[in-house]
């Protein structure tokens, strides 16, 4: 068995690491004739990708490090992007999984755009091999809750992402001076609710674990089916949504279309240059499956969010993110149907004082309805739980703009008297072990004021 979760992870590392050489290749030898290749851009030239530019149409600090491999193909700008883990997870406590597992958690992300009709044009393409690379419900991760796998609810584990991850395109247009209109939409994308998912943030990037609030935050960033409008300028933007809220089923492969009846809003400010505000909230028809003949039912959620960065000394970067999450609608018990309403709060940060060492921790406190944890003895009660994890990602070698790192993390999981029992005791720990690959990071200058497009230094 352990033959072949090695086979599946280094499987993994060898496909994406592929993909990402021959695209260095390309970069480094490929251009259209006449055009100076992205290295050799002066910083006047402003890319059609803007560092603020996080998972689906939100925002980022103006000044975040773009980790890709970027080239170009006639009139097109072309970004490829991503993050591979290697991992080796242990959680102790829980009756309810096995406690280890090898897999790989991975994603990647083609993006690419052109001027068209005097205004933007792109489209997006994200993929992760997750389905392939993490076996069974999902990899160990105490206190994770969401979604369902052999006709029942996941929980103590983090379900592996779908194959397909994004499908979508935008268009964007001047409106008016430095305010413009954007509209963005797909067969599988991000509606406008919530920060920019963990995987995309800078203080999650280094973390291979899912935040145990993630269903509270960000879980809409695989959304299959949103279409999104919204006007912005160079310090704000207002957008909304309708998209399909129903959950991915446990067939990772597919895509889960439904209807567009579920609607969503996001104010977003970015004060300063490392500074990024969001406030959101959404109403998710059928937003929760239901188990066995159990109906589906509808939630509502409410997030605020503050994103904040700052480069530091030699290549380096310290990223921190505060969120708020709030989930409220019902809640299917054995013995009948409860309504619920239940809060989360993240605190998460990486501080990497070089481009050799980061530091990453997260602190979150939820709280999750009793049933989320299988613990249906308790009914319709909600448990506060509490998870501290922190880790070190230590980068060994530089191979074109690919960089490979070894790394580890250590976490405490807390959970009340009630259910200390069931995690043989009230605190949990945990621990992992990973390789990493990633794309450097480029270095790039501040956002155009007029209109929100970066300008990359190359």
Same mark, same amino acid.
């Given at each position: 068995?352990?033959?072949?979760?090695?086979?599946?992870? #280094?499987?993994?590392?060898?496909? @994406?690491?592929?993909?990402? +050489?021959?695209?260095?290749?390309?970069?480094?030898?490929?251009? $259209?004739?006449?055009?100076?290749?992205?290295?050799?851009?002066?910083?006047?030239?402003?890319? =059609?990708?803007?560092?603020?530019?996080?998972? /689906?149409?939100?925002?980022?600090? *103006?000044?975040? $490090?773009?980790?890709?491999?970027?080239?170009?193909?006639?009139? #097109?700008?072309?970004?490829?992007?991503?993050?591979?883990?290697?991992?080796?997870?242990?959680?102790?406590?829980?009756?309810? !999984?096995? &406690?280890?597992?090898?897999?790989?958690?991975? #994603?990647?992300?083609?993006?690419?755009?052109? $001027?068209?009709? +005097?205004?933007?044009?792109?489209?997006?393409?994200?993929?992760? @091999?997750?389905?392939?690379?993490?076996?069974?419900?999902?990899?160990?991760?105490?206190?994770?809750?969401?979604?369902?796998?052999?006709?029942?609810?996941?929980?103590?584990?983090?379900?592996?992402?779908?194959?397909?991850?994004? @499908?979508?395109?935008?268009?964007?247009?001047?409106?008016? /001076?430095?305010?413009? #209109?954007?509209?963005?939409?797909?067969?599988?994308?991000?509606?406008? =609710?919530?920060?920019?998912?963990?995987?995309?943030?800078? +203080?999650?990037?280094?973390?291979?674990?899912?935040?145990?609030? !993630?269903?509270?935050? *960000?879980?809409?960033?695989?959304?299959?089916?949103?279409?999104?409008?919204?006007?912005?300028?160079?310090?704000?933007?207002?957008?909304?949504?309708?998209?399909?809220?129903?959950?991915?089923?446990?067939?990772?492969?597919?895509?889960?279309?439904?209807? %567009? *009846?579920?609607?969503?809003?996001?104010?977003?400010?970015?004060?300063?240059? !490392?500074?990024?505000?969001?406030?959101?909230?959404?109403?998710?028809?059928?937003?929760?499956?239901?188990?066995?003949? %159990?109906?589906?039912?509808?939630?509502?959620?409410?997030?605020?969010?503050?994103?904040?960065?700052?480069?530091? &000394?030699?290549?380096? @970067?310290?990223?921190?993110?505060?969120?708020?999450?709030?989930?409220?609608? =019902?809640?299917?018990?054995?013995?009948?149907?409860?309504?619920?309403?239940?809060?989360? =709060?993240?605190?998460?940060?990486?501080?990497?004082?070089?481009?050799?060492?980061?530091?990453?921790?997260?602190?979150?406190?939820?709280?999750?309805?009793?049933?989320?944890?299988?613990?249906?003895?308790?009914?319709?009660?909600?448990?506060?739980?509490?998870?501290?994890?922190? /880790?070190?990602?230590?980068?060994?070698?530089?191979?074109?703009?690919?960089?490979?790192?070894?790394?580890?993390?250590?976490?405490?999981?807390?959970?009340?008297?009630? %259910?200390?029992?069931?995690?043989?005791?009230?605190?949990? $720990?945990?621990? /992992?072990?990973? %390789?990493?690959?990633?794309?450097?990071?480029?270095?790039?200058?501040?956002? +155009?004021?007029?209109?929100?497009?970066?300008?990359?230094? !190359?």
């Amino acid at each position: 068995m352990l033959a072949t979760l090695r086979s599946r992870v #280094w499987g993994a590392a060898i496909a @994406l690491a592929a993909v990402l +050489s021959t695209t260095v290749v390309a970069q480094e030898h490929v251009h $259209p004739e006449g055009a100076a290749p992205p290295e050799h851009r002066h910083s006047s030239e402003a890319s =059609l990708f803007a560092t603020r530019e996080g998972s /689906g149409t939100a925002w980022l600090p *103006d000044d975040t $490090p773009m980790r890709a491999v970027h080239t170009t193909a006639g009139s #097109w700008e072309v970004m490829l992007m991503g993050n591979l883990f290697a991992q080796l997870l242990y959680d102790s406590g829980s009756e309810h !999984h096995s &406690g280890h597992q090898a897999g790989s958690i991975n #994603w990647g992300m083609v993006s690419a755009r052109r $001027p068209s009709a +005097s205004g933007r044009l792109g489209f997006q393409a994200m993929l992760s @091999l997750e389905p392939f690379t993490i076996p069974g419900c999902g990899y160990p991760d105490s206190l994770a809750t969401g979604e369902l796998c052999n006709g029942d609810t996941i929980h103590d584990r983090q379900h592996p992402h779908d194959l397909f991850m994004a @499908l979508a395109a935008d268009y964007d247009h001047s409106l008016r /001076g430095p305010v413009r #209109w954007q509209v963005y939409g797909g067969l599988a994308g991000e509606p406008a =609710l919530g920060p920019p998912a963990f995987p995309h943030r800078p +203080s999650a990037a280094p973390n291979p674990l899912a935040p145990i609030g !993630h269903h509270w935050l *960000d879980s809409t960033h695989i959304t299959f089916g949103v279409v999104t409008a919204g006007v912005y300028g160079p310090r704000w933007k207002a957008e909304g949504s309708v998209f399909n809220g129903r959950e991915p089923d446990e067939h990772r492969t597919d895509l889960d279309l439904g209807r %567009l *009846d579920s609607l969503s809003g996001r104010l977003s400010v970015n004060p300063t240059t !490392h500074l990024a505000i969001q406030v959101s909230a959404g109403h998710l028809r059928d937003g929760e499956a239901g188990i066995g003949s %159990l109906p589906a039912r509808d939630v509502d959620r409410a997030t605020a969010s503050a994103i904040y960065q700052r480069a530091m &000394g030699d290549g380096g @970067l310290w990223a921190t993110t505060v969120a708020y999450g709030w989930k409220a609608g =019902l809640n299917d018990i054995p013995t009948g149907v409860a309504s619920f309403s239940t809060h989360a =709060l993240l605190l998460e940060s990486s501080f990497a004082p070089s481009r050799r060492d980061t530091w990453f921790g997260r602190f979150e406190l939820v709280g999750k309805p009793a049933h989320d944890l299988h613990a249906e003895e308790y009914a319709s009660q909600v448990f506060t739980l509490g998870k501290l994890q922190g /880790g070190y990602l230590r980068q060994l070698m530089r191979w074109k703009s690919l960089e490979f790192g070894v790394g580890g993390s250590g976490g405490l999981s807390i959970v009340p008297p009630e %259910l200390a029992p069931r995690y043989e005791g009230r605190i949990a $720990p945990g621990f /992992g072990v990973f %390789l990493s690959v990633q794309p450097a990071a480029m270095l790039h200058g501040s956002t +155009s004021a007029g209109d929100g497009h970066g300008a990359h230094v !190359h």
